[in-house]
């Protein structure tokens, strides 16, 4: 198992940048691919973007695509999202989460872990 905490999150107005960040504990962290997940009120989770073990290949949910950067660093047992461009509509808690795939995945029962989410709040 591994342990994940969330942080960054805050108020930040539309156009503006943000950088969320995901701590993980244990000794194994790049033994697992990486997910960021979001969840507004009153809606469904959703999937963010995904990083795979090395950091090599990434995934991105079309709505976030070309605004966000999924990226990790082994060394320090942290993966990051940098979101810039941001929306009104991109307002959740965001979640960071493990996963044992090979590769990536956007689905939600392939994570095993999570972290306990961060606020992101995006001002029109």
């Known amino acids: 198992q591994v342990q994940l905490v969330e942080s960054g999150g805050g108020l930040v107005q539309a156009g503006g940048s943000l950088r969320l960040s995901c701590a993980a504990s244990?000794?194994?962290?790049?033994?697992?691919?990486m997910g960021w997940f979001r969840q507004a009120p009153g809606k469904e989770r959703e999937f963010v973007a995904a990083i795979g073990r090395s950091g090599i290949i990434n995934y991105y949910a079309y709505s976030v695509k070309g605004r966000f950067t999924i990226s990790r660093d082994n060394a320090k047992n942290t993966v990051y999202l940098q979101m810039n461009s941001l929306k009104p509509e991109d307002t959740a808690v965001y979640y960071c989460?493990?996963?044992?795939?090979?590769?990536?995945?956007?689905?939600?029962?392939?994570?095993?872990?999570w972290g306990q989410g961060t606020q992101v709040t995006v001002s029109s």
């Open positions: 989460a493990a996963s044992s795939v090979v590769g990536t995945s956007r689905y939600e029962s392939d994570y095993g872990n």
């Open positions: 244990g000794r194994t962290f790049s033994n697992y691919a």
